[in-house]
């Protein structure tokens, strides 16, 4: 059976999209409802709310939000803090449909602003999904999507040796499978070095700490397909401009208490 959970059919794929359009639409309003002053555990509410209302049966995980002093706890889901002016949120949620899961990772502002050090970061993190994206396909290795990693962190001037970059190289921002679970089980992965498969489903995921109260996450769903990959997670702001702009609308919160 595990065997068999490697690799995804047509249908399958088809119910990990379903599960991740309806986990965007819930970061999307989750996105929109941020604002300094919110409540965690109401935008924790509205996150399950949007996936319910959208068809999921259930969450495929506690929906984690990590800002201000929680950051390094990694998969923090109290939700007892209020947030407040300068706090640099990463949501890390997704849904349950039909029994397939989706994993998703947004990282933005509370005030809806980036500072200079949270751009900074920020599209150091998106630069290196970018490139993890532009060379995923069947055939390929996870170690070489990030040897392409390493020849553009120094491209670009950073220090690829560096520790905050080591497993992003290693396994080109490979994380975990996902399927009937969040992290789905498989028989084996031999390694960053296996060539990938077409129906292989996966975490691409950048995780970078940066300090004791900001870090970055930026995590998609995604599939290998015959000539390439399809982020089954695509439909979310990610540059800082597009953020800024989206978090400028009234969430669903907002309306709600006028």
Not at 20 to 27: F, L
Not at 50 to 67: C, D, F, N, P
Request: charged content about 25%; aromatic content about 10%; some cysteine.
């Amino acid at each position: 059976i595990q065997v068999m959970r490697k690799v995804k059919s047509p249908a399958e794929v088809a119910l990990v999209r379903e599960a991740a359009r309806i986990g965007v639409e819930a970061h999307l309003e989750f996105m929109r409802s941020t604002e300094v002053g919110m409540p965690e555990r109401a935008l924790a509410a509205l996150f399950e709310f949007v996936s319910k209302r959208e068809g999921a049966q259930e969450l495929a995980y506690e929906t984690i939000i990590m800002a201000g002093e929680h950051h390094p706890w990694g998969h923090y889901h109290r939700w007892d803090r209020t947030l407040e002016d300068g706090d640099f949120l990463i949501l890390d949620a997704g849904p349950d449909y039909a029994y397939y899961n989706a994993d998703i990772s947004t990282s933005f502002p509370a005030n809806g602003l980036f500072s200079s050090e949270q751009r900074e970061l920020y599209e150091l993190g998106l630069g290196i999904r970018q490139v993890c994206l532009d060379n995923y396909r069947p055939g390929t290795t996870f170690s070489a999507v990030g040897e392409e990693v390493r020849l553009w962190l120094m491209e670009n001037g950073h220090d690829a040796s560096a520790d905050r970059f080591r497993g992003l190289i290693r396994w080109g921002c490979y994380n975990h499978p996902i399927g009937m679970a969040t992290h789905d089980v498989m028989a084996s992965m031999t390694g960053p070095d296996e060539p990938l498969e077409a129906g292989f489903v996966f975490a691409c995921d950048i995780n970078m700490p940066e300090s004791e109260t900001m870090g970055i996450r930026i995590e998609d769903t995604v599939v290998i397909t015959d000539d390439g990959y399809e982020n089954l997670s695509t439909g979310l702001p990610r540059t800082v401009e597009e953020i800024e702009a989206f978090m400028r609308e009234d969430g669903l919160l907002q309306k709600v208490g006028r």
